[in-house]
């Protein structure tokens, strides 16, 4: 479980994390949503300590992230598998050296081992045999695909996942969802995804976060998420008219 | 104004200097620099050498008009010359354009597409991996083709002086082997070795604190560039005033 304690992170002048709490479970896929600028990646950014807030802190399964020392900190960052939204995969390498390469950094394993989880890795998000192609050479479905399979290298117990759905279509969204929580099922680890898109809340949602102007506005999962009188929730659920007419 | 970049340059260097989490892939990475910052210059360093040598020729032979000052001194400028000043200095700010926006932009472009967050997120030392090899391949690689620039600078200017009947191919080895003093060849390593590390560094630095998107790359590239040719001018006269 990953527990977030009074975060504030403040960037210039806009306090753009005004004290969020919120607990994130083992074995679930957690989401934190919101519209544009309400502080959704900033907080993902400070779980995983790319920001660091001024103020609260990050707890991994008891272990305060905020304060640990550099080398602590590396020890659950060997924990944590993460899927960034433009999947920042390195150009430089093929699919199969990406996917190798926490495995290269880490551990000891033979080259034939590695190999054969990179293949295991692949085979799970649906790409065998893409093992050579190189970045630039993938289309965005499957430059997140082997994000995904790099990220769950390491076998995780932590998993965050930055906007999974942006720039796909609709029926590639759905499998990349699809593929984040039977994840989370097989690893039993605790999911963390970033989204604003209504598809992946109402298909993975078990325990929602709602943010609104740095504060966190709503929490339930997604088959409570249409019963709220939130105002401020209503308006980002039902944005859109195909939702409005759901609704009705 | 200049102490919060300058402070985190240093911290970044700090930073990159920190054990490797594997050699072995460090080492990996260090041969690739070397072929890209060495063999990969090799080619534009050869071209302006011989060039430098030539003109430098030509034009000390037209400056030196007097039959008191015998012909041979045009060799000895042109070696002195060229070891201690044109193939560190003019080599290095050529490799400061080439190696320097490579750098730039190569670190700048992982940072703006987030791949040097997915290396801190995995746990890796990113200022470790990313620019210690190429300060390693760069104080290890610029040496030898200053080296390799003296050598094609003098071929240079005795192929010109030679051809355009300045001074004959024996008054030119007269020139080049008479007086040497090899001290100048120290001063000449020490440059490159420094030069090397202010072009690698300051790329590097640049790159890595790069924030926004492609226009910004670009910003950070030129800024790399321009920054290490001052640096360099500037070590350049501090290390001739200590050494010499």
Known sequence: MIEVKNIHKTFGNNHVLQGISAEFYEGKCNLIIGGSGSGKTTLLKCMVGLHQPEEGSVIYDGRDFTRMNFQSRIEIRTEIGMLFQGSALFDSMSVEDNIMFPLNMFTNQSRKEKLERANFCLERVNLSGKNKLFPAELSGGMKKRVGIARAIAMNPKYLFVDEPNSGLDPKTALVIDELIQELTVEYGSTTVVVTHDMNSVMGIGENIIFLHEGKKWWEGSKEHIAETDNKELNDFVFASKFMQALKK | ?244
């Open chain 2, 1 to 244: 104004m200049i102490f919060h970049p300058l402070g985190k340059y240093i911290l970044l260097l700090k930073a990159a200097f920190r054990r490797p989490e594997k050699w072995n892939i460090y080492r990996k990475e260090i041969v690739n620099e070397m072929v890209s910052i060495g063999v990969g210059s090799l080619g534009i360093i050869a071209i302006i050498s011989l060039f430098l040598g030539a003109v430098t020729t030509v034009q000390t032979a037209f400056q030196l008009v007097s039959d008191f000052i015998p012909k041979s001194v045009i060799g000895m400028i042109l070696r002195d010359s060229s070891i201690l000043e044109l193939s560190p200095t003019i080599s290095s700010i050529v490799l400061a354009g080439k190696v320097g926006s490579s750098i730039s932009s190569q670190i700048g472009t992982m940072r703006v597409t987030e791949q040097i967050d997915a290396l801190e997120i995995m746990g890796i030392n990113s200022p470790g991996y990313l620019i210690l090899p190429k300060i390693i391949a760069a104080v290890t690689m610029v040496p030898l083709l200053v080296i390799i620039s003296i050598g094609l600078t003098i071929f240079g200017g005795y192929i010109a002086g030679t051809a355009s009947g300045a001074l004959t191919a024996q008054e030119f080895t007269d020139g080049i082997t008479s007086d040497f003093n090899s001290f100048t060849l120290t001063v000449s390593m020490v440059k490159a070795v420094a030069f090397a590390f202010l072009i690698t560094t300051i790329s590097a630095y640049q790159g890595f604190y790069t924030s926004g998107g492609a226009l910004e790359v670009g910003q950070s590239s030129t800024k790399a560039v321009v920054i290490s040719c001052i640096a360099i001018l500037f070590s350049d006269y501090v290390i001739a005033q200590l050494m010499l």
